[in-house]
């Protein structure tokens, strides 16, 4: 008897069950999230202090959030700090674990400080790229955010100065090395341009005509 009531019972919550509505799964509110990084000074040269300032703006929640920064320049004594968050540092990448964020509702806009000297040695020319990605969770579906700047190191980063003006007493002396002697073939051709010019006066004085005789015609 109780399988005759049994089998169709079950019928009924099978078909009850087919036919109730599948819940809709509630909708992620989209993240507008954007980073902004400042650099102060923008254009720092080699062995320069720069200090690069990010901050992400915008409304939504991030969940699981990570911030990577690079250069194409290599810091010295490179320092990160995140508000709130944790980061690990070198001289061209920094990592900042920012866990779960509520952009738009917080007391204060979430924020990283990196500081360091640009290393000596950057050859002119070069160029300096900052780069900024923020990743979540969330950026699966919608790709990561970026943020950079970049200029280019100078030519030449010496401060140009003026030659020094060269004395008149310095300018008149001989360079050393050089002597103020005559080569001696010189002073062979010079003396005997002398003794020929000596016979040819002499022979033109020789074949000049005397004067003419007193009374004659």
Do not use: K
Request: proline share 13%; with cysteine.
């Amino acid at each position: 008897m109780w399988e005759s009531v049994a089998a169709p019972l079950m019928g009924l919550m099978a078909a009850m069950a087919a036919a109730a509505p599948t819940p809709t799964p509630t909708p992620v509110p989209p993240v507008d999230a954007a980073p902004v990084l400042t650099s102060t000074p923008f254009g720092a040269l080699p062995g320069q202090r720069v200090t690069h300032t990010i901050t992400i703006a915008g409304g939504g929640t991030l969940t699981n959030t990570r911030v990577t920064f690079t250069t194409t320049a290599d810091l010295d004594g490179v320092t990160a700090r995140a508000e709130p968050g944790q980061c690990t540092a070198s001289p061209r990448t920094i990592v900042c674990e920012l866990g779960d964020l509520r952009l738009g509702a917080a007391p204060a806009v979430p924020r990283i400080t990196i500081t360091g000297r640009v290393r000596p040695g950057v050859p002119p020319g070069t160029v300096v790229r900052n780069r900024v990605s923020v990743t979540s969770v969330e950026s699966t579906a919608s790709g990561a955010q970026f943020a950079s700047n970049a200029y280019l190191l100078p030519g030449s980063t010496a401060t140009p100065t003026d030659p020094a003006l060269e004395s008149p007493a310095a300018a008149s002396d001989v360079p050393p090395g050089r002597s103020m002697r005559v080569p001696a073939v010189a002073a062979v051709l010079l003396a005997g341009a002398v003794v020929a010019g000596a016979l040819l006066t002499r022979g033109r004085l020789r074949r000049r005509p005397g004067p003419p005789p007193h009374g004659g015609v």
